[in-house]
Protein backbone atom coordinates (compact mmCIF):
# COMPACT_ATOMS: atom_id res chain seq x y z
CA UNK A 1 0.00 0.00 0.00
CA UNK A 2 1.37 3.29 -0.76
CA UNK A 3 0.82 6.33 1.64
CA UNK A 4 -1.37 9.06 0.10
CA UNK A 5 -0.11 12.60 1.74
CA UNK A 6 -3.10 14.97 2.04
CA UNK A 7 -2.91 17.83 0.08
CA UNK A 8 -2.91 21.25 2.27
CA UNK A 9 -5.79 23.50 1.37
CA UNK A 10 -5.32 26.88 1.45
CA UNK A 11 -5.26 29.04 4.47
CA UNK A 12 -8.03 30.90 4.03
CA UNK A 13 -10.30 27.96 4.68
CA UNK A 14 -8.67 27.88 8.12
CA UNK A 15 -9.94 31.71 8.68
CA UNK A 16 -12.14 31.43 11.68
CA UNK A 17 -15.47 33.45 11.95
CA UNK A 18 -16.18 36.17 13.49
CA UNK A 19 -18.04 35.91 17.06
CA UNK A 20 -21.62 36.66 17.74
CA UNK A 21 -22.34 39.54 20.11
CA UNK A 22 -23.61 36.99 22.91
CA UNK A 23 -20.57 34.61 22.67
CA UNK A 24 -18.52 38.20 23.02
CA UNK A 25 -20.52 39.09 26.03
CA UNK A 26 -19.55 35.69 28.05
CA UNK A 27 -15.93 35.73 26.84
CA UNK A 28 -15.68 38.82 28.34
CA UNK A 29 -16.50 37.99 31.66
CA UNK A 30 -14.62 38.72 34.97
CA UNK A 31 -13.20 35.01 35.81
CA UNK A 32 -15.59 33.67 38.81
CA UNK A 33 -16.50 30.52 40.58
CA UNK A 34 -20.57 29.34 41.46
CA UNK A 35 -21.25 29.14 44.45
CA UNK A 36 -24.63 29.13 46.42
CA UNK A 37 -26.11 30.27 43.21
CA UNK A 38 -23.76 33.73 43.63
CA UNK A 39 -20.91 34.65 41.52
CA UNK A 40 -17.87 35.10 43.66
CA UNK A 41 -14.54 36.09 42.96
CA UNK A 42 -11.32 33.25 44.11
CA UNK A 43 -9.42 33.89 47.22
CA UNK A 44 -6.14 34.13 44.92
CA UNK A 45 -7.18 35.78 42.07
CA UNK A 46 -5.01 33.49 40.09
CA UNK A 47 -6.76 32.84 36.26
CA UNK A 48 -6.62 30.31 33.15
CA UNK A 49 -6.15 31.16 29.48
CA UNK A 50 -9.29 29.67 27.53
CA UNK A 51 -8.46 30.03 24.31
CA UNK A 52 -10.17 28.99 20.53
CA UNK A 53 -8.55 25.97 19.42
CA UNK A 54 -9.11 26.87 15.79
CA UNK A 55 -6.91 29.68 16.00
CA UNK A 56 -4.43 28.77 18.80
CA UNK A 57 -5.50 32.40 19.97
CA UNK A 58 -6.27 33.26 23.89
CA UNK A 59 -10.23 34.34 23.94
CA UNK A 60 -10.86 34.87 27.49
CA UNK A 61 -9.94 33.93 31.35
CA UNK A 62 -11.30 31.68 33.70
CA UNK A 63 -10.77 31.66 37.40
CA UNK A 64 -8.03 28.74 39.09
CA UNK A 65 -9.98 27.96 41.94
CA UNK A 66 -7.59 27.95 45.68
CA UNK A 67 -8.16 25.66 47.92
CA UNK A 68 -9.84 27.53 50.25
CA UNK A 69 -12.54 28.24 46.87
CA UNK A 70 -12.43 24.11 46.75
CA UNK A 71 -13.42 24.20 50.89
CA UNK A 72 -16.33 27.45 50.31
CA UNK A 73 -18.06 25.22 47.61
CA UNK A 74 -17.68 22.06 49.73
CA UNK A 75 -19.54 23.62 52.29
CA UNK A 76 -22.43 25.09 50.09
CA UNK A 77 -23.16 22.04 48.72
CA UNK A 78 -22.67 20.28 52.45
CA UNK A 79 -24.93 22.49 54.26
CA UNK A 80 -27.32 22.18 51.19
CA UNK A 81 -27.76 18.70 51.97
CA UNK A 82 -27.48 18.13 54.85
CA UNK A 83 -30.74 20.82 55.84
CA UNK A 84 -32.74 18.64 53.03
CA UNK A 85 -33.55 21.73 50.85
CA UNK A 86 -33.43 19.84 47.80
CA UNK A 87 -33.31 16.35 49.09
CA UNK A 88 -36.53 17.24 51.63
CA UNK A 89 -38.39 18.93 48.62
CA UNK A 90 -41.15 16.57 46.51
CA UNK A 91 -39.87 14.44 44.08
CA UNK A 92 -42.25 16.08 41.57
CA UNK A 93 -40.78 19.26 42.16
CA UNK A 94 -36.59 18.12 42.00
CA UNK A 95 -38.62 16.95 38.29
CA UNK A 96 -39.95 19.68 37.56
CA UNK A 97 -36.43 22.29 38.32
CA UNK A 98 -34.74 19.47 36.66
CA UNK A 99 -36.54 19.57 33.23
CA UNK A 100 -37.31 23.86 33.65
CA UNK A 101 -33.01 23.74 33.58
CA UNK A 102 -33.43 21.38 30.50
CA UNK A 103 -35.67 23.77 28.89
CA UNK A 104 -33.57 26.70 29.14
CA UNK A 105 -30.59 25.31 27.71
CA UNK A 106 -32.84 24.27 24.74
CA UNK A 107 -33.94 28.05 24.87
CA UNK A 108 -30.30 28.92 24.67
CA UNK A 109 -29.36 26.35 22.40
CA UNK A 110 -27.48 28.18 19.42
CA UNK A 111 -25.48 30.10 22.05
CA UNK A 112 -24.42 27.04 23.58
CA UNK A 113 -23.21 25.32 20.60
CA UNK A 114 -21.46 28.53 19.72
CA UNK A 115 -20.07 28.68 22.82
CA UNK A 116 -18.93 24.88 22.56
CA UNK A 117 -17.67 25.51 18.94
CA UNK A 118 -15.38 28.26 20.35
CA UNK A 119 -14.17 26.76 23.20
CA UNK A 120 -13.34 23.18 21.93
CA UNK A 121 -12.97 23.43 19.00
CA UNK A 122 -16.11 20.87 17.83
CA UNK A 123 -17.74 22.03 14.76
CA UNK A 124 -20.75 24.38 15.60
CA UNK A 125 -23.14 22.06 13.70
CA UNK A 126 -21.64 19.25 15.66
CA UNK A 127 -22.31 20.92 18.73
CA UNK A 128 -25.79 22.14 17.68
CA UNK A 129 -27.27 17.78 16.38
CA UNK A 130 -24.77 16.46 18.78
CA UNK A 131 -23.89 18.05 22.46
CA UNK A 132 -26.52 20.42 23.08
CA UNK A 133 -29.73 18.51 22.56
CA UNK A 134 -27.52 15.58 24.24
CA UNK A 135 -27.11 17.10 27.17
CA UNK A 136 -31.03 18.18 27.36
CA UNK A 137 -31.67 14.93 26.63
CA UNK A 138 -29.45 13.68 29.65
CA UNK A 139 -31.71 15.87 32.10
CA UNK A 140 -35.39 15.14 31.12
CA UNK A 141 -34.27 11.30 31.12
CA UNK A 142 -32.87 11.87 34.54
CA UNK A 143 -35.85 14.02 35.80
CA UNK A 144 -37.90 11.76 35.45
CA UNK A 145 -36.29 9.29 37.51
CA UNK A 146 -36.97 11.65 40.62
CA UNK A 147 -40.30 10.67 41.05
CA UNK A 148 -39.97 7.05 40.26
CA UNK A 149 -37.07 6.01 42.39
CA UNK A 150 -38.68 4.18 45.41
CA UNK A 151 -37.68 1.32 47.58
CA UNK A 152 -38.53 -2.34 48.09
CA UNK A 153 -40.66 -4.46 50.87
CA UNK A 154 -38.77 -7.03 52.09
CA UNK A 155 -39.52 -9.80 54.58
CA UNK A 156 -36.81 -11.91 56.48
CA UNK A 157 -36.27 -15.33 56.20
CA UNK A 158 -35.27 -16.24 59.79
CA UNK A 159 -38.28 -14.92 61.43
CA UNK A 160 -42.11 -15.76 61.60
CA UNK A 161 -44.54 -14.13 59.35
CA UNK A 162 -46.17 -10.21 61.05
CA UNK A 163 -43.18 -10.06 63.96
CA UNK A 164 -41.35 -7.58 61.66
CA UNK A 165 -41.87 -5.08 59.14
CA UNK A 166 -38.59 -4.51 57.01
CA UNK A 167 -37.89 -2.58 54.18
CA UNK A 168 -34.92 -1.21 52.03
CA UNK A 169 -34.90 2.52 51.60
CA UNK A 170 -32.96 3.97 48.39
CA UNK A 171 -31.01 7.73 50.34
CA UNK A 172 -29.09 10.29 48.62
CA UNK A 173 -25.94 9.44 49.16
CA UNK A 174 -25.10 13.11 49.81
CA UNK A 175 -22.75 15.23 48.41
CA UNK A 176 -20.91 14.48 44.94
CA UNK A 177 -18.18 16.22 43.54
CA UNK A 178 -18.03 15.48 39.92
CA UNK A 179 -15.23 16.05 36.69
CA UNK A 180 -15.22 15.88 33.82
CA UNK A 181 -13.53 16.11 30.78
CA UNK A 182 -12.89 18.26 27.45
CA UNK A 183 -14.04 16.54 24.66
CA UNK A 184 -18.09 17.06 25.57
CA UNK A 185 -17.78 19.66 27.80
CA UNK A 186 -21.65 20.54 28.50
CA UNK A 187 -22.91 17.48 27.55
CA UNK A 188 -20.63 15.59 29.86
CA UNK A 189 -21.56 18.62 32.72
CA UNK A 190 -25.59 17.36 32.22
CA UNK A 191 -24.56 13.63 31.95
CA UNK A 192 -22.91 14.28 35.45
CA UNK A 193 -25.37 16.42 37.20
CA UNK A 194 -28.98 15.26 36.09
CA UNK A 195 -28.88 11.62 37.87
CA UNK A 196 -27.21 13.35 40.98
CA UNK A 197 -30.10 16.01 41.12
CA UNK A 198 -32.86 13.15 40.54
CA UNK A 199 -31.68 11.24 43.20
CA UNK A 200 -31.46 14.23 45.92
CA UNK A 201 -27.54 14.50 46.40
CA UNK A 202 -26.10 18.02 45.78
CA UNK A 203 -23.03 18.90 43.79
CA UNK A 204 -19.55 20.48 42.87
CA UNK A 205 -18.82 20.05 39.47
CA UNK A 206 -15.52 21.05 38.03
CA UNK A 207 -15.42 20.93 34.27
CA UNK A 208 -12.28 20.36 32.56
CA UNK A 209 -9.61 23.87 32.44
CA UNK A 210 -9.54 24.07 28.52
CA UNK A 211 -13.52 24.04 28.30
CA UNK A 212 -15.07 25.67 30.96
CA UNK A 213 -17.23 27.80 29.32
CA UNK A 214 -20.55 26.03 28.79
CA UNK A 215 -20.74 24.52 32.35
CA UNK A 216 -20.16 28.33 33.94
CA UNK A 217 -22.82 29.64 31.57
CA UNK A 218 -25.08 26.54 32.77
CA UNK A 219 -24.46 27.96 36.41
CA UNK A 220 -26.08 30.83 35.08
CA UNK A 221 -29.39 28.80 33.99
CA UNK A 222 -29.16 27.14 37.20
CA UNK A 223 -30.09 29.95 39.28
CA UNK A 224 -32.49 30.79 36.70
CA UNK A 225 -34.23 27.40 37.20
CA UNK A 226 -34.67 27.95 40.66
CA UNK A 227 -32.53 25.54 42.40
CA UNK A 228 -32.09 26.18 45.86
CA UNK A 229 -28.73 28.03 46.77
CA UNK A 230 -26.06 25.42 47.15
CA UNK A 231 -27.35 22.48 45.28
CA UNK A 232 -24.92 23.27 42.10
CA UNK A 233 -21.97 24.85 42.35
CA UNK A 234 -19.35 24.87 39.90
CA UNK A 235 -15.92 25.70 40.08
CA UNK A 236 -12.95 26.06 37.30
CA UNK A 237 -9.75 25.36 38.15
CA UNK A 238 -6.68 23.05 36.99
CA UNK A 239 -6.87 19.05 37.49
CA UNK A 240 -3.86 18.73 40.02
CA UNK A 241 -5.19 21.81 41.96
CA UNK A 242 -8.63 22.22 42.49
CA UNK A 243 -9.40 18.74 41.30
CA UNK A 244 -7.33 17.17 43.67
CA UNK A 245 -8.39 19.07 46.53
CA UNK A 246 -11.75 18.23 46.05
CA UNK A 247 -11.53 14.44 45.51
CA UNK A 248 -9.45 14.77 48.88
CA UNK A 249 -12.03 16.89 50.57
CA UNK A 250 -13.31 14.82 53.57
CA UNK A 251 -17.34 16.91 52.97
CA UNK A 252 -17.64 15.06 49.89
CA UNK A 253 -19.01 11.51 49.64
CA UNK A 254 -18.76 10.62 46.14
CA UNK A 255 -16.99 11.24 43.15
CA UNK A 256 -17.75 10.96 39.84
CA UNK A 257 -15.60 11.72 37.39
CA UNK A 258 -14.94 11.22 33.57
CA UNK A 259 -11.80 11.35 32.01
CA UNK A 260 -8.16 9.40 31.33
CA UNK A 261 -7.50 6.25 32.95
CA UNK A 262 -4.14 7.58 34.37
CA UNK A 263 -6.19 10.37 36.38
CA UNK A 264 -8.97 8.00 37.21
CA UNK A 265 -6.62 5.52 38.83
CA UNK A 266 -5.14 8.66 40.88
CA UNK A 267 -8.39 9.75 42.14
CA UNK A 268 -9.22 5.91 43.24
CA UNK A 269 -6.44 5.87 45.34
CA UNK A 270 -7.07 9.49 46.69
CA UNK A 271 -10.17 8.75 47.32
CA UNK A 272 -9.95 5.82 49.40
CA UNK A 273 -8.79 7.35 52.41
CA UNK A 274 -11.83 8.15 53.87
CA UNK A 275 -14.24 5.29 51.21
CA UNK A 276 -15.79 7.86 49.50
CA UNK A 277 -17.99 6.36 46.79
CA UNK A 278 -16.18 6.52 43.66
CA UNK A 279 -17.92 6.16 39.53
CA UNK A 280 -14.97 5.97 36.70
CA UNK A 281 -15.62 6.79 33.17
CA UNK A 282 -12.34 6.64 31.54
CA UNK A 283 -10.33 5.93 28.60
CA UNK A 284 -10.81 3.24 25.77
CA UNK A 285 -9.33 1.82 22.42
CA UNK A 286 -12.57 0.19 20.96
CA UNK A 287 -12.01 -2.00 18.23
CA UNK A 288 -14.32 -2.33 14.96
CA UNK A 289 -14.94 -5.31 13.61
CA UNK A 290 -15.83 -5.87 9.96
CA UNK A 291 -16.77 -9.31 8.94
CA UNK A 292 -16.38 -10.71 5.29
CA UNK A 293 -20.17 -10.30 4.26
CA UNK A 294 -20.46 -6.48 4.65
CA UNK A 295 -21.21 -4.33 2.30
CA UNK A 296 -18.21 -2.36 1.95
CA UNK A 297 -19.50 0.77 0.17
CA UNK A 298 -21.96 1.22 3.54
CA UNK A 299 -19.33 0.45 6.16
CA UNK A 300 -16.19 2.21 5.18
CA UNK A 301 -17.47 5.81 5.77
CA UNK A 302 -19.63 4.72 8.96
CA UNK A 303 -15.79 3.52 10.10
CA UNK A 304 -14.65 6.65 8.93
CA UNK A 305 -17.10 8.69 11.23
CA UNK A 306 -16.60 6.29 14.19
CA UNK A 307 -12.82 7.98 14.27
CA UNK A 308 -13.05 11.08 13.07
CA UNK A 309 -16.07 12.00 14.42
CA UNK A 310 -15.23 14.92 17.31
CA UNK A 311 -11.48 14.90 15.94
CA UNK A 312 -11.29 11.57 17.38
CA UNK A 313 -11.42 13.02 21.00
CA UNK A 314 -14.34 10.27 21.93
CA UNK A 315 -13.83 7.53 24.56
CA UNK A 316 -15.50 5.31 22.59
CA UNK A 317 -14.11 6.41 19.73
CA UNK A 318 -13.18 3.15 16.82
CA UNK A 319 -9.53 3.50 17.31
CA UNK A 320 -8.54 -0.54 16.32
CA UNK A 321 -9.77 -1.37 13.10
CA UNK A 322 -9.65 -4.75 12.09
CA UNK A 323 -11.30 -6.03 8.77
CA UNK A 324 -11.52 -9.18 7.06
CA UNK A 325 -8.43 -10.03 5.16
CA UNK A 326 -10.82 -10.84 1.84
CA UNK A 327 -11.91 -6.58 2.37
CA UNK A 328 -9.15 -5.11 3.76
CA UNK A 329 -7.88 -3.34 1.02
CA UNK A 330 -11.39 -2.37 -0.16
CA UNK A 331 -12.16 -1.01 3.62
CA UNK A 332 -8.71 1.00 3.58
CA UNK A 333 -9.95 2.52 0.13
CA UNK A 334 -13.17 3.45 1.20
CA UNK A 335 -12.02 4.78 4.12
CA UNK A 336 -9.46 7.25 2.66
CA UNK A 337 -12.45 8.42 0.35
CA UNK A 338 -14.42 9.14 3.14
CA UNK A 339 -11.87 11.16 4.76
CA UNK A 340 -12.71 13.71 2.53
CA UNK A 341 -15.77 14.64 4.47
CA UNK A 342 -13.55 14.61 7.61
CA UNK A 343 -11.11 17.42 6.10
CA UNK A 344 -10.07 19.55 9.12
CA UNK A 345 -11.63 23.48 9.22
CA UNK A 346 -12.49 25.95 12.14
CA UNK A 347 -15.15 25.37 14.07
CA UNK A 348 -17.37 28.44 13.80
CA UNK A 349 -17.22 27.44 9.47
CA UNK A 350 -20.84 25.99 8.64
CA UNK A 351 -19.89 23.20 6.73
CA UNK A 352 -16.85 22.36 8.71
CA UNK A 353 -17.35 18.59 9.83
CA UNK A 354 -14.01 18.10 11.87
CA UNK A 355 -12.33 21.17 13.77
CA UNK A 356 -9.19 21.32 15.29
CA UNK A 357 -7.89 19.18 18.41
CA UNK A 358 -8.40 20.57 21.77
CA UNK A 359 -4.99 22.22 22.69
CA UNK A 360 -1.17 22.74 21.56
CA UNK A 361 -0.55 19.92 23.83
CA UNK A 362 -3.54 17.50 22.55
CA UNK A 363 -2.16 18.35 18.79
CA UNK A 364 1.77 17.57 19.89
CA UNK A 365 0.65 14.29 21.63
CA UNK A 366 -1.37 13.06 18.31
CA UNK A 367 1.38 14.13 16.03
CA UNK A 368 4.22 12.48 18.53
CA UNK A 369 2.32 9.42 18.37
CA UNK A 370 1.63 8.90 14.64
CA UNK A 371 5.51 9.58 14.36
CA UNK A 372 6.64 6.46 16.74
CA UNK A 373 3.86 4.91 14.59
CA UNK A 374 5.98 5.21 11.93
CA UNK A 375 9.48 4.72 13.49
CA UNK A 376 8.32 1.69 14.78
CA UNK A 377 6.96 0.78 11.02
CA UNK A 378 3.22 1.49 10.01
CA UNK A 379 2.69 2.86 6.94
CA UNK A 380 0.66 6.02 6.68
CA UNK A 381 -2.40 5.25 4.20
CA UNK A 382 -3.99 8.68 4.67
CA UNK A 383 -3.22 11.77 6.62
CA UNK A 384 -0.19 11.56 8.93
CA UNK A 385 0.45 15.24 8.81
CA UNK A 386 -0.89 18.25 10.36
CA UNK A 387 -1.82 21.33 7.86
CA UNK A 388 -0.39 24.09 8.06
CA UNK A 389 -2.41 26.64 10.10
CA UNK A 390 -2.51 28.31 13.26
CA UNK A 391 -5.16 26.22 14.74
CA UNK A 392 -4.40 22.60 16.35
CA UNK A 393 -5.23 20.85 12.85
CA UNK A 394 -4.44 17.08 12.43
CA UNK A 395 -5.89 15.62 9.00
CA UNK A 396 -7.63 12.36 9.33
CA UNK A 397 -5.34 9.13 9.60
CA UNK A 398 -4.95 5.70 9.17
CA UNK A 399 -2.30 3.86 9.81
CA UNK A 400 -1.47 0.22 8.12
CA UNK A 401 1.06 -2.26 8.88
CA UNK A 402 0.82 -2.40 12.56
CA UNK A 403 1.77 -4.63 14.86
CA UNK A 404 0.05 -5.55 17.91
CA UNK A 405 3.09 -3.93 20.32
CA UNK A 406 3.06 -0.35 18.86
CA UNK A 407 1.84 2.56 21.11
CA UNK A 408 -0.26 3.08 18.20
CA UNK A 409 -1.88 0.37 18.74
CA UNK A 410 -1.99 0.21 22.41
CA UNK A 411 -2.26 3.59 23.79
CA UNK A 412 -4.75 5.76 23.31
CA UNK A 413 -4.41 8.41 21.28
CA UNK A 414 -7.36 10.67 21.44
CA UNK A 415 -7.34 12.01 18.22
CA UNK A 416 -8.25 11.00 14.48
CA UNK A 417 -6.18 8.34 13.98
CA UNK A 418 -7.26 4.25 13.08
CA UNK A 419 -4.31 1.54 12.84
CA UNK A 420 -6.12 -0.98 10.82
CA UNK A 421 -5.73 -5.01 11.18
CA UNK A 422 -6.26 -7.98 8.83
CA UNK A 423 -7.64 -10.93 10.65
CA UNK A 424 -8.74 -14.72 9.19
CA UNK A 425 -11.13 -15.62 11.11
CA UNK A 426 -13.88 -15.00 14.41
CA UNK A 427 -12.12 -16.61 17.15
CA UNK A 428 -9.03 -14.90 15.99
CA UNK A 429 -10.16 -11.06 15.97
CA UNK A 430 -12.02 -11.71 19.27
CA UNK A 431 -9.08 -12.53 20.49
CA UNK A 432 -7.46 -9.16 18.88
CA UNK A 433 -10.34 -6.87 19.76
CA UNK A 434 -9.69 -8.42 23.63
CA UNK A 435 -5.88 -7.75 23.34
CA UNK A 436 -5.78 -4.25 25.31
CA UNK A 437 -6.25 -3.22 29.19
CA UNK A 438 -9.25 -1.22 27.99
CA UNK A 439 -13.15 -2.10 27.27
CA UNK A 440 -15.16 0.78 27.14
CA UNK A 441 -16.81 0.17 23.56
CA UNK A 442 -16.99 -1.92 20.36
CA UNK A 443 -18.17 -2.00 16.68
CA UNK A 444 -18.95 -5.32 14.93
CA UNK A 445 -20.16 -4.98 11.43
CA UNK A 446 -21.80 -8.29 9.83
CA UNK A 447 -25.42 -9.91 8.41
CA UNK A 448 -24.55 -12.83 10.01
CA UNK A 449 -26.44 -12.93 13.17
CA UNK A 450 -24.55 -15.95 14.60
CA UNK A 451 -21.09 -14.45 13.86
CA UNK A 452 -23.12 -10.77 15.72
CA UNK A 453 -24.04 -12.84 19.05
CA UNK A 454 -20.66 -14.78 19.30
CA UNK A 455 -18.66 -11.32 18.81
CA UNK A 456 -20.92 -9.89 21.27
CA UNK A 457 -20.21 -12.31 23.87
CA UNK A 458 -16.72 -12.60 23.14
CA UNK A 459 -15.50 -8.72 23.64
CA UNK A 460 -15.12 -7.85 26.55
CA UNK A 461 -16.46 -4.37 26.90
CA UNK A 462 -19.06 -2.43 28.19
CA UNK A 463 -21.15 -1.68 24.95
CA UNK A 464 -20.84 -2.87 22.12
CA UNK A 465 -22.56 -2.17 18.51
CA UNK A 466 -23.90 -4.19 15.96
CA UNK A 467 -23.90 -2.26 12.56
CA UNK A 468 -23.53 0.89 14.36
CA UNK A 469 -21.16 3.00 16.23
CA UNK A 470 -21.23 5.32 19.59
CA UNK A 471 -24.97 5.47 19.43
CA UNK A 472 -25.59 6.66 23.12
CA UNK A 473 -28.80 7.02 24.83
CA UNK A 474 -29.90 8.34 28.62
CA UNK A 475 -32.22 5.17 28.95
CA UNK A 476 -29.04 2.20 28.45
CA UNK A 477 -26.37 2.16 31.10
CA UNK A 478 -22.69 2.91 29.94
CA UNK A 479 -19.28 2.22 31.24
CA UNK A 480 -16.01 0.18 31.20
CA UNK A 481 -14.73 -3.45 31.64
CA UNK A 482 -11.43 -3.54 32.52
CA UNK A 483 -9.64 -0.22 33.06
CA UNK A 484 -11.63 1.69 30.84
CA UNK A 485 -13.64 2.26 33.99
CA UNK A 486 -15.95 1.24 36.72
CA UNK A 487 -19.81 1.57 37.78
CA UNK A 488 -22.27 2.63 35.34
CA UNK A 489 -23.94 6.09 33.89
CA UNK A 490 -27.15 6.31 32.53
CA UNK A 491 -30.16 4.32 32.70
CA UNK A 492 -31.71 3.20 36.38
CA UNK A 493 -28.19 2.14 37.38
CA UNK A 494 -26.65 6.07 36.68
CA UNK A 495 -29.06 7.36 39.42
CA UNK A 496 -28.72 4.00 41.44
CA UNK A 497 -25.02 5.22 41.82
CA UNK A 498 -25.94 8.29 43.73
CA UNK A 499 -28.13 6.37 45.98
CA UNK A 500 -27.54 4.13 49.49
CA UNK A 501 -28.98 1.09 50.46
CA UNK A 502 -30.97 1.72 53.85
CA UNK A 503 -32.54 -1.51 55.81
CA UNK A 504 -34.95 -0.98 57.96
CA UNK A 505 -36.40 -3.57 60.79
CA UNK A 506 -38.97 -2.77 62.70
CA UNK A 507 -39.91 -4.98 65.52
CA UNK A 508 -43.79 -5.35 65.68
P1 LIG B 1 -7.96 14.10 32.21
O1 LIG B 1 -8.02 12.86 32.99
O2 LIG B 1 -6.66 14.75 31.98
O3 LIG B 1 -8.85 15.24 32.91
C1 LIG B 1 -10.22 15.04 33.20
C2 LIG B 1 -10.62 15.94 34.35
O4 LIG B 1 -9.89 15.57 35.50
C3 LIG B 1 -10.33 17.42 34.13
O5 LIG B 1 -11.39 18.17 34.68
C4 LIG B 1 -9.05 17.65 34.94
O6 LIG B 1 -8.92 18.96 35.39
C5 LIG B 1 -9.27 16.70 36.10
N1 LIG B 1 -8.05 16.24 36.77
C6 LIG B 1 -6.81 16.07 36.24
N2 LIG B 1 -5.96 15.63 37.19
C7 LIG B 1 -6.67 15.53 38.34
C8 LIG B 1 -6.34 15.11 39.66
N3 LIG B 1 -5.11 14.72 40.00
N4 LIG B 1 -7.32 15.10 40.59
C9 LIG B 1 -8.57 15.48 40.28
N5 LIG B 1 -8.95 15.89 39.04
C10 LIG B 1 -8.00 15.90 38.08
O7 LIG B 1 -8.73 13.77 30.87
P2 LIG B 1 -8.95 14.70 29.61
O8 LIG B 1 -7.65 14.79 28.90
O9 LIG B 1 -9.65 15.96 30.01
O10 LIG B 1 -10.01 13.84 28.77
C11 LIG B 1 -9.65 12.83 27.93
C12 LIG B 1 -9.81 11.48 28.59
O11 LIG B 1 -11.15 11.31 29.07
C13 LIG B 1 -9.59 10.34 27.63
O12 LIG B 1 -8.82 9.34 28.24
C14 LIG B 1 -11.00 9.82 27.36
O13 LIG B 1 -11.06 8.49 26.94
C15 LIG B 1 -11.65 10.04 28.67
N6 LIG B 1 -13.13 10.08 28.53
C16 LIG B 1 -13.86 9.02 28.98
C17 LIG B 1 -15.24 9.00 28.82
C18 LIG B 1 -16.07 7.84 29.33
O14 LIG B 1 -17.28 7.99 29.44
N7 LIG B 1 -15.48 6.70 29.64
C19 LIG B 1 -15.87 10.06 28.19
C20 LIG B 1 -15.09 11.12 27.74
C21 LIG B 1 -13.71 11.11 27.92
Redesign the pocket.
Given at each position: MTSAPTVSPSNDVFTQRAYSASAKSVLARKPALFINNEWVQSTHGATIAVEDPSTGKEVARIADASEADVNRAVEAARNAFDDGRWSHLPPSQRERTINKLADLIEAHAAEFAELEAIDNGKPIGMAAVVDIPGAIGHLRYMAGWASKLGGELMEPQGLPRGTVFSYVSRDPIGVAAQ??????PLL?ATLKISPALAAGCTVVL?????TSLTALRLADLVAEAGFPPGVVNVIT????T???Y??KHPGIDKIA????????K??NR?ATETLKRVTL????KSPVVVMPDVNVAEVAPNAAGAIFFNSG????AGSRLFAHRSIFDKMIEGISQAASFWQPRPSLDPQAHMGPLVSKE?LDRVMGYIEAGKKDGATVAIGGDAPSANGYYVNPTVLVNVKPNMSVVRE?I?GPVVVAQRFDDLDEVAKMANDTCYG?GAGVWTRDVSAMHRLASKIKAGTVWGNCHAIIDPALP???FKQ??FGR?QGKQGIEAYTELKTVIIKL
Open positions: IVPWNFMKPAEQGNGHTGDLVFTGSTEVGIINELGGQVCIQEFLFGGSGE
